[in-house]
């Protein structure tokens, strides 16, 4: 029965696989940003798609040093990869977000880096 049932979702993806790639976005967007209540929903999109984007951004600066940080990025890939199939709620994407906002600061620093290094720094 289990074969059947994989062969089957195998064919449906090959068939159509952007449908199938626009589902697994989604199911990506809602494991950031969806929770049980509705309740803080816009207050968790708010707070984590900057961070997410700025993680993204960090970690694309470790391009040199990626065998440094690749247990880091298949945690994260692993979480986001098993529960976005499963139950996308941001409740079970808690437990790696801290890792996610050490490289959204790591990204923060590139962009100060990169484009903000030419200002002068105010002095308080």
Same mark, same amino acid.
């Given at each position: ?17 952007? =449908? +199938?790639? !626009? %589902? ?6 809602? @494991?950031?940003? *969806?929770? /049980?209540?509705?309740? &803080?929903? =816009? +207050?968790? !999109? %708010? ?6 984007? @700025?993680?993204? *951004?960090? /970690?694309?600066?470790? &391009?040199?040093? +990626? ?14 990869? /098993? ?42």
């Amino acid at each position: 029965k289990n074969e059947i049932l994989i062969k089957t979702a195998k064919e449906k993806i090959i068939s159509n696989p952007l =449908l +199938y790639l !626009k %589902i697994v976005i989604f199911k990506i967007w809602k @494991l950031l940003t *969806f929770t /049980i209540t509705g309740t &803080y929903d =816009l +207050y968790i !999109k %708010i707070i984590n798609v900057p961070l997410v984007f @700025l993680a993204l *951004f960090g /970690i694309f600066s470790f &391009y040199r040093r +990626y065998d440094d940080f690749l247990p880091l990025f298949f945690l994260i890939a692993y979480i986001i990869c /098993i529960y976005s199939l499963l139950i996308s709620m941001f409740r079970y994407f808690v437990p790696v977000f801290p890792i996610v906002i050490l490289f959204s600061a790591s990204g923060i620093d590139r962009i100060f880096l990169k484009y903000l290094n030419n200002y002068k720094t105010l002095e308080v």
